[in-house]
C-alpha cells in the first residue's frame, strides 16, 4: 500500500511511539476495505509497539486508533492518505504518549471539558483544510478521555453525506447537531465548547505590557513584517486568527521565485515555523474590531481585550468576494462553493458552474472538469481575464462551457440545495437558466477592512488601506502591508515585499520617535 520512501519517512515518525497502540480496522466486502486493511498491515509491520486487530465498528471501512487494551476515542472512516496523511502519523503518535503540540493553557482546558462529547468530521481527501479541524478535534480526543473522533471521508460515504445534505467540508457535528462549518484552529473549537476559557485569555491579554510593533495579520505580509521587525531586536507580536490567510486556501504555487512548486498550507507551515524561531509573541484565535492612535496606538478585539503597541503593521489580508445575488447567502455551503479543490469532489459526475473568468475562475474549471460531469464558466465582460495558457486548456476540455457577456442575477434552488442559476445575456438582453448541483465563485477579492470604516486610517474606494512606498499609512505609527492596501498586484511575493517594507518604516518611525522624545526632554529640561 505505501511505497518504500514513505514507509521509511514513517519508519522514523513511529520510533517516537512510547506506549503500546491499537489500529482496530472494520471490514466490508469493498476494494477500499482492502487496501485500508493494506495500510494499516504496513503501519503495524513498521513497530513492535503497534498491534493490529479486525473488529466491527460503526462504518465499515474504517479504521481505529488507541492506547492498547483500552477503548479507542480516534477512528478514520475511510483511508487517510492524501492531505489526511498527516492526521494518521499524529494520531498514532498521540495515542503512543507522544505529548501534543499546543500551549499547556490551552491543554489544561481542553483536559476539563466535560463530555460525552462525540465529534463527527465529514472531509474531502482533497481539501487542504480539513486536516486542521481533524488534527485539532484528534488532539482534543487523546488529551480528554471524554471526546471522541472520527474522520469521515465524504466521497466514500456518500449515502451519509446526502443524508445530512452536505456539500461543503470541513462540516463538523457533534453528538450528532452541526456544530461548526468551514476551517477551524484549535482554539476556537475549544472557545466555542468554553467560553470561560475566552474569559481569561481577554483579561491575560489586557495585561500586556505595549508592544514596539504589532503585527495584525497571520499571511504572507504579516509573517514577513513579524520577521523584519523582530530581527532588528525590538517586542514584537502578531496578532491573527489563523496562519496562512488567502494562502491556505491555494493548493499550487508554482509562481513563488526560487520554488518550482509547493502548496499553501505547507508554505503557511513554513511562514508559522519561521515566525515562532524569532520569539514573536503570537497570539491566534483573535479578530481585531478597532484601533485608535492616542499618546499609543490601541487596538480592540472582537472578545474585548485591549492591546497597546508604539506602532502597528496592518496585514489583515482579503477574502473572496461575493457575487451578493439572490439565493447565494441562502445555499451557501448547499450548493454554493467558494473552494473548489475543498468541495469539487462532491459533486462528481454532476453540473456545476464557475462565475469569473479570471486566472482564479479559469483554473477552478480546470480542476473541476476532472471531477464534475460539465463546467459552465460565465464571465461578466465580454473577454476572458485569465492567462492565454489557461485559456487553451479550458478550451480544449470537451466539458467545459465558457460563456460571456454573462451576469449571474439568481441562484435558483429547492430549498434545500442549488439546483440552478439565472444570467443574463449582456449582448442580448435575454434573461436564462442553466440547471446545475453547484455554483462555484471565483471574482477576486475584498479587502479585510470593514472594521476600519469610521476610524482615522484613510481608504481608497474599495476599502483598501491607502499606505507610500514605506507602508505608512495616514495615521502615525500605523502601517500596512499585503492584499488589504492599495498595493496594485496581489500576489504572494509581493505581500512579503511589502510586509518587510512595512516592519522596516515601523522601525525607522521608532527611532525617529525616540530622538524627537529625547530632543523633548532636553528642552524640557532646559
Not at 519517512?9 to 476494494?31: F, H
Not at 512548486?261 to 481585531?288: C, F, M, N, S, W
Not at 476532472?370 to 461578466?380: A, D, K, Q, R
Amino acid at each position: 500500500m505505501l511505497d518504500a520512501n514513505i514507509k521509511q519517512q514513517l519508519d522514523t515518525y513511529l520510533q517516537k511511539i512510547a506506549e503500546p497502540i491499537e489500529v482496530s480496522v472494520s471490514m466490508d466486502d469493498s476494494e477500499k476495505a482492502r487496501e485500508l486493511s493494506a495500510l494499516a498491515s504496513d503501519i503495524a509491520g513498521l513497530s513492535d509497539k503497534i498491534q493490529l486487530s479486525y473488529r466491527a465498528l460503526e462504518r465499515s471501512p474504517s479504521m481505529a486508533i488507541g492506547e492498547a487494551g483500552a477503548e479507542p476515542r480516534v477512528s478514520f472512516a475511510g483511508i487517510p492518505l492524501g492531505h489526511e496523511f498527516t492526521s494518521l502519523v499524529l494520531a498514532l503518535l498521540q495515542a503512543g504518549g507522544y505529548p501534543p503540540k499546543a500551549e499547556q493553557a490551552l491543554l489544561t482546558q481542553i483536559a476539563t471539558l466535560r463530555g460525552p462529547l462525540d465529534f463527527v468530521t465529514y472531509v474531502s481527501l482533497s481539501c487542504q483544510n480539513c486536516p486542521d479541524v481533524v488534527q485539532a478535534l484528534n488532539l482534543m480526543a487523546a488529551v480528554n478521555p471524554n471526546i471522541t473522533h472520527t474522520m469521515v471521508d465524504g466521497a466514500l460515504f456518500q449515502q451519509e453525506v446526502d443524508e445530512r445534505n452536505i456539500m461543503a467540508v470541513p462540516a463538523v457535528y457533534l453528538n450528532g447537531e452541526a456544530f461548526g462549518q468551514g476551517r477551524m484552529t484549535l482554539e476556537e473549537i475549544v472557545t466555542k465548547l468554553d467560553s470561560s476559557g475566552g474569559e481569561d485569555k481577554v483579561a491575560q491579554l489586557s495585561a500586556r505590557d505595549p508592544y514596539d510593533v504589532l503585527v495584525v495579520g497571520g499571511g504572507p505580509a504579516g509573517a514577513a513584517a513579524a520577521i523584519y521587525a523582530a530581527r532588528k531586536g525590538i517586542r514584537t507580536a502578531m496578532l491573527a486568527e489563523r496562519f496562512g490567510g488567502q494562502v491556505m486556501d491555494t493548493v499550487g504555487i508554482e509562481n513563488f521565485v526560487s520554488i518550482p512548486y509547493t502548496e499553501g498550507p505547507k508554505l503557511a507551515a513554513g511562514l508559522e515555523q519561521h515566525v515562532k524561531e524569532y520569539g514573536v509573541d503570537i497570539i491566534t484565535a483573535e479578530r481585531v474590531a478597532d484601533i485608535q492612535r492616542q499618546d499609543i496606538v490601541r487596538l480592540r478585539t472582537e472578545s474585548g481585550a485591549t492591546l497597546a503597541s508604539r506602532s502597528v503593521i496592518l496585514a489583515t489580508g482579503a477574502r473572496w468576494r461575493e457575487l451578493g445575488v439572490p439565493g447565494e447567502a441562502e445555499y451557501r455551503t448547499r450548493g454554493v462553493a467558494y473552494c473548489p479543490h475543498c468541495d469539487g469532489p462532491f459533486f462528481k459526475g454532476k453540473s456545476v458552474a464557475v462565475i469569473g473568468g479570471g486566472n482564479s475562475g479559469i483554473e477552478a474549471a480546470i480542476d473541476l472538469a476532472g471531477i464534475v460531469g460539465h463546467v459552465t464558466v460565465l464571465e461578466f465582460a465580454d473577454t476572458l481575464r485569465a492567462d492565454d495558457v489557461l485559456q487553451k486548456k479550458a478550451h480544449s476540455l470537451p466539458n467545459v462551457d465558457i460563456l460571456t457577456n454573462a451576469q449571474t442575477t439568481e441562484v435558483v434552488g429547492d430549498g434545500k440545495k442549488v439546483t440552478g442559476l439565472n444570467y443574463l445575456d449582456r449582448a442580448t438582453g435575454e434573461s436564462k437558466q442553466l440547471a446545475l448541483a453547484g455554483v462555484f465563485v471565483q471574482i477576486g477579492l475584498v479587502p479585510n477592512t470593514e472594521w476600519l470604516q469610521g476610524s482615522d486610517v484613510a481608504l481608497s474606494d474599495r476599502g483598501e488601506i491607502e499606505i507610500d512606498a514605506r507602508g505608512a499609512t495616514s495615521v502615525p505609527g500605523i502601517f500596512a502591508a499585503g492584499d488589504a492596501t492599495t498595493v496594485p498586484y496581489k500576489q504572494i511575493v509581493i505581500s512579503m515585499g511589502a510586509g518587510a517594507s512595512a516592519a522596516l518604516g515601523a522601525f525607522d518611525y521608532l527611532i525617529r520617535q525616540s530622538v524627537d522624545d529625547t530632543v523633548s526632554n532636553l528642552a524640557k529640561a532646559g
